[in-house]
């Protein structure tokens, strides 16, 4: 028992979590791989086994089944696997992972491939209605993905194989998901997950660094390979869904994606409210009103909203923008306000200081 409990007593070690991310530099990776990175035994070895076991050990009843078929009129692109927000002490990764990017809105969810689960490509795209704890909601876009694989020895025969469509020649494009790797890549990017072809499921920790603003339209461009343009924003986790029975609804987990959630389940009548009060730009923002979750930040996150908000005005070059306003951030964020630049850091609360919380569906 006691060695079970050893990881979460690390997620909840903030001196610790604040170390292991000090050792990442993500923004300078992603300019180093162009877009790209990968990180290999990303988490202490034992974190990450802890983790691994507390997504086996989730109740199955927080695993929300995700499919549909690729039918472009109804913005769906073919998918199936199963994710949750409610996984064992996925509120304590999802914070330790916050720490990658300490200035930036996250939301994580963990994700489970069995059978012939597979994503079809897609680029990520999508807007996230961010509720801060004033009341104000905010429209954020997704700009970073995160992906932690966590099944150990997984060997490309079992298929679940992240493709990265725009690899440039002579570039790496196949990722086979390796045993406590990460990888992080800025949207959008064309990609896929091949469909699994195992007995044992492809477990991951998944989700989004978001940006204030609209980085992007969401039409989207000419997909890779194909070159053709597509009319309609594809995204997984926004598309309609077809939701699959999987017992206790109520306590199935919001699932991620777009707009924060995925869209599986109706949104909140509030959610979707304050959605259509904000009058997005219509352009597949209304698709993620009719599936909109809503995110909260904690009083630390609604703090730097402002900065936040300074970084997302103006939407040129999007990719530069976010560099750019990242680096005014980490000033600000330098001089003594964020938790992690503390010399004394506060000991977190388990439960406590998770950025961003979907707000609960009941
Ligand atoms: O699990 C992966 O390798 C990628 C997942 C993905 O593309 C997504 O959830 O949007
Ligand atoms: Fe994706």
Redesign the pocket.
């Known amino acids: 028992m006691g060695g079970r409990q050893r990881h979460v007593d690390w997620l909840n070690n903030y001196s610790k979590a604040s170390k292991w991310a000090a050792r990442y530099d993500v923004i300078k990776s992603l300019r180093k791989g162009k877009g790209l990175c990968k990180f290999s035994n990303f988490l202490p070895d034992d974190v990450a086994h802890g983790i691994k076991q507390d997504l086996l050990d989730s109740d199955q009843s927080c695993w929300m089944p995700t499919e549909a078929e690729q039918d472009y009129s109804q913005n769906n692109i073919s998918h199936s696997?199963k994710?949750t927000k409610r996984a064992k002490n996925l509120e304590a990764v999802s914070r330790v992972l916050s720490l990658l990017l300490p200035e930036s809105l996250h939301v994580f969810s963990a994700?489970k491939?069995t059978g012939s689960d597979h994503?079809a490509p897609?680029d990520?795209r999508a807007y996230t209605q961010v509720l801060l704890e004033d009341g104000q909601i905010i429209t954020c876009s997704r700009d970073i993905?995160v992906?932690v694989?966590l099944s150990p020895n997984w060997s490309k025969e079992q298929g679940?194989v992240?493709l990265d469509l725009e690899a440039k020649p002579g570039a790496q494009r196949e990722?086979v998901?390796e045993f406590n790797s990460a990888?992080v890549f800025r949207i959008p990017r064309w990609?896929?997950?091949t469909p699994v072809q195992s007995n044992s499921p492809?477990l991951?920790i998944?989700g989004w660094f978001l940006v204030p603003g609209h980085k992007y339209s969401l039409n989207t461009g000419p997909q890779p390979e194909t070159g053709k343009s597509e009319a309609q924003h594809l995204?997984?986790?926004s598309g309609k869904q077809k939701e699959k029975a999987n017992g206790n609804v109520q306590g199935a987990g919001a699932t991620?994606?777009s707009s924060g959630s995925c869209c599986m389940r109706p949104p909140p009548s509030r959610g979707g409210k304050a959605l259509q009060e904000k009058g997005d730009d219509g352009s597949g923002a209304s698709e993620d009103g009719k599936h909109a979750g809503f995110i909260i930040t904690s009083k630390q996150q609604a703090n730097s909203r402002s900065q936040l908000e300074k970084s997302a005005s103006g939407d040129g070059d999007s990719r530069q923008q976010g560099d750019s306003s990242r680096k005014e951030k980490k000033r600000r964020v330098s001089n003594g306000t964020a938790q992690h630049d503390r010399d004394d850091p506060p000991a977190w609360q388990p439960g406590d200081g998770s950025i961003l919380r979907l707000l609960p569906r009941e």
């Open positions: 696997f994710s994700a491939y994503i897609h990520d993905a992906i694989y679940g992240l990722y998901p990888i990609h896929e997950v492809r991951t998944f995204d997984p986790h991620p994606g």
